[in-house]
């Protein structure tokens, strides 16, 4: 998505939220990876959808590409600099509230600085095999039984 598109799509989730309609939420997610593991990320308690396990990223905000917003917030919550690669996936959930995300999911080979849990309950490598043992956000899981599966990466 170009810059002008993300920055149109954000402009009208905005207007449409203020009316009180359930919007789209445009997010980015990194798949941050280090050999065969990739870092994930707990939800807090105090969270929706408390300690639920996601990929570090977030939403991306007017002006910016996917791949900026997710340089920002991996900044934010994990104080690295990402160097953000290609898109591997991208799916859009609709949840029960009537809400939705669309999602796209960036591999993140290499960073600088050390991974340090700014916002997270817990953050952690696990083996990419090993995905499908863990209770992820359910707008991830599809994603989570390719990666396991061996299929994206």
């Not at 990223?57 to 920002?72: C, D, N």
């Not at 591997?88 to 591999?107: E, K, N, P």
């Not at 050390?114 to 083996?127: K, L, P, Q, S």
Request: aromatic share 8%; glycine share 8%.
């Amino acid at each position: 998505m170009c810059q002008q598109e993300s920055k149109l799509l954000n402009t009208v989730e905005e207007l449409v939220s203020q009316n009180g309609v359930k919007t789209v939420r445009f997010v980015a997610a990194g798949l941050i990876l280090r050999g065969e593991e990739v870092l994930i990320c707990q939800r807090r308690p105090d969270q929706p959808m408390a300690l639920k396990w996601e990929f570090p990223g977030g939403k991306i905000e007017a002006g910016e590409s996917a791949e900026q917003a997710l340089a920002r917030e991996l900044d934010e919550e994990l104080g690295i600099a990402a160097e953000v690669g290609s898109r591997v996936a991208r799916t859009r959930h609709t949840y029960r509230s009537g809400g939705a995300v669309d999602l796209q999911f960036f591999a993140v080979h290499a960073f600088r600085g050390e991974v340090t849990n700014r916002i997270f309950h817990d953050v952690r490598w696990v083996a990419l095999r090993e995905l499908t043992s863990y209770d992820f956000l359910a707008a991830d899981r599809n994603l989570i039984r390719d990666l396991a599966a061996g299929k994206l990466l």
